[in-house]
């Protein structure tokens, strides 16, 4: 299983990461991808990938959280340093409007940039999407060209909005934890977003699946959600295990066994 959205790199865990990575390796994590929030933790990324060579992916991006009236220089830092360090994907990026709604239009103006910025180097994004839905399908109908390939990370929207999504694109579907919550209704998309584009997810260290919510989460979890999807969808457990893993791969062009 491929654990296509982790902040392993982050200081919840710089007490124990090798730890957790050994947990990971047992519980049938093959691989794990990792997006930043801001310029700051550029370094621990990519110290994290460094230091479990083929393990980890990175993707690199400002995050909607982090726009605010200084966003042109932050982008203007941010942009070489996807040169330099080869990131799978430019994320997590979008909307967020869901704390404070003051920087709306900076944050569209940002995604917008950072979808060109998929464009100019041909790697996906991966779309953080809080109460902004709107807000980012409006940026990707002005877009002006084709849209880059992407994944919408931690979809909690509505199967109509899934319909939504899928009229600007073929996109994927990120699920974790959120889906095994006993009030969550994200178990309703996935018959509608079907097996060939879902992907598995943790968000570690937040949104840890029952029976560990409330606990830190890490990628040792994956298996939780991915036993949930194969009984709610009535198929095998391996059959999610592999498509979801090929969808990774494909998406993030990634180089693994």
């Known amino acids: 299983m491929i654990d296509s959205h982790s902040h392993i790199y982050c200081r919840e865990f710089n007490d124990d990461r090798d730890q957790v990575i050994a947990r990971a390796c047992e ?68 909307i967020d409007l869901y704390w404070d709604a003051t920087w709306r239009e900076q944050q569209m103006q940002v995604l917008d940039t950072q979808l060109h910025w998929c464009k100019e180097l041909d790697i996906p994004f991966i779309i953080h999407c809080r109460n902004a839905l709107d807000e980012i399908l409006s940026v990707m109908d002005n877009f002006g060209e084709p849209l880059p390939r992407g994944v919408f990370h931690s979809f909690t929207g509505t199967p109509q909005e899934v319909e939504k999504v899928r009229e600007r694109g073929d996109f994927y579907f990120g699920v974790n934890g959120i889906v095994t919550f006993k009030k969550s209704d994200v178990k309703d998309i996935l018959p509608v977003v079907g097996l060939d584009r879902l992907l598995l997810e943790t968000d570690s260290p937040y949104l840890a699946p029952v029976p560990n919510r409330g606990k830190r989460n890490e990628s040792a979890n994956i298996p939780y959600i991915c036993s949930f999807i194969a009984n709610y969808l009535g198929v095998d457990l391996d059959e999610v295990s592999q498509v979801t893993d090929r969808n990774a791969i494909e998406l993030f062009k990634l180089a693994i066994e």
Request: hydrophobic share 45%; net charge negative; charged share 20%.
């Open 27 to 94: 519980a049938g994590v093959r691989h794990i991808i990792m997006p930043n929030e801001n310029l700051e933790s550029v370094q621990y990324v990519v110290a994290a990938r460094d230091a479990y060579p083929g393990y980890m992916s990175i993707a690199l991006g400002l995050h909607p959280e982090d726009v605010d009236g200084d966003f042109e220089s932050q982008l203007a830092a941010m942009r070489p340093l996807l040169d330099e360090y080869n990131p799978v994907a430019v994320g997590e990026i979008g």
